[in-house]
């Protein structure tokens, strides 16, 4: 069956880095997305991977996807207090509908 | 532009009753999905619309049903309400079809929040 995992809390400190972790199962995965989610808010899109990559790097984001592990993380540079939300991963297994994790709670202590 | 635009944004109903949640995609956009978000859980697929036929069905109850316009709007509905289903539900749309890099990729908008009483 499908799962994707996250642990569920991250705490740091402004101008660190963070890292988010996320697991999958389904080795047939596509794409693999992380999407934010401020309170009261929707879902924005932050990044997204194709399964043939290993590495993506956009401005303060970027995601390694370790097929073999079926891992794929998430590390924000320099984090500001305006990163703090929820930060969820999703993979896309070709059938049209994503697959989302628990999410990430992450805290930014100024 | 635009993006992908819900209504209403809240609601309060009581068990029972029906409820209807519109969507417009982002112009362009042939495809929308609908998914539920429990709170403190990630979003849940419902429902995947491209080109006004269902390509996709989540593991929900017949209560729910969605269609989509010619104008690619879509409509959520939920018969027979529990207190279960109060989540917020979200609307996506993409591009759709096959080929194009990224025309999968899925664009959300703010979300229409039930409560059901």
């Known amino acids: 069956g499908e799962d994707v995992e996250q642990s569920l809390f991250l705490s740091v400190r402004e101008g660190d880095s963070s890292v988010i972790n996320c697991t999958y199962t389904?080795?047939?995965?596509?794409?693999l997305y992380w999407y934010k989610q401020e309170p009261g808010a929707g879902l924005q899109l932050l990044t997204y991977?194709?399964?043939?990559?290993d590495m993506k790097q956009d401005q303060r984001l970027t995601v390694l996807l370790n097929k073999k592990d079926k891992h794929l993380s998430l590390r924000i540079a320099d984090t500001q207090t305006g990163d703090s939300a929820i930060y969820f991963c999703?993979?896309?297994?070709?059938?049209?509908?994503?697959?989302f994790g628990s999410g990430t709670r992450l805290q930014v202590q100024p | 532009d635009a993006g992908v635009t819900q209504s209403p944004t809240h609601l309060i109903k009581t068990r029972g009753q029906q409820v209807t949640l519109r969507c417009s995609p982002i112009?362009?956009?042939?495809?929308v999905s609908w998914y539920q978000q429990v709170l403190g859980q990630g979003p849940q697929f419902i429902f995947q619309?491209?080109?006004?036929?269902?390509?996709g069905r989540g593991n929900f109850p017949d209560r729910f049903s969605a269609r989509q316009f010619p104008n690619y709007s879509s409509e959520l509905n939920v018969n027979a309400l529990l207190l279960g289903d109060s989540a917020l539900y979200l609307c996506?749309?993409?591009?759709?079809?096959?080929?194009?890099?990224?025309?999968?990729?899925?664009?959300f908008g703010a979300g229409s929040r039930l409560t059901v009483l």
């Open positions: 996506a749309s993409s591009l759709g079809g096959q080929g194009a890099v990224g025309a999968n990729v899925l664009t």
């Open positions: 389904d080795s047939s995965s596509t794409y």
């Open positions: 991977i194709f399964s043939n990559m």
């Open positions: 999703a993979e896309n297994t070709g059938r049209r509908a994503l697959t």
């Open positions: 112009s362009g956009h042939k495809s």
């Open positions: 619309y491209y080109e006004k036929e269902e390509r």
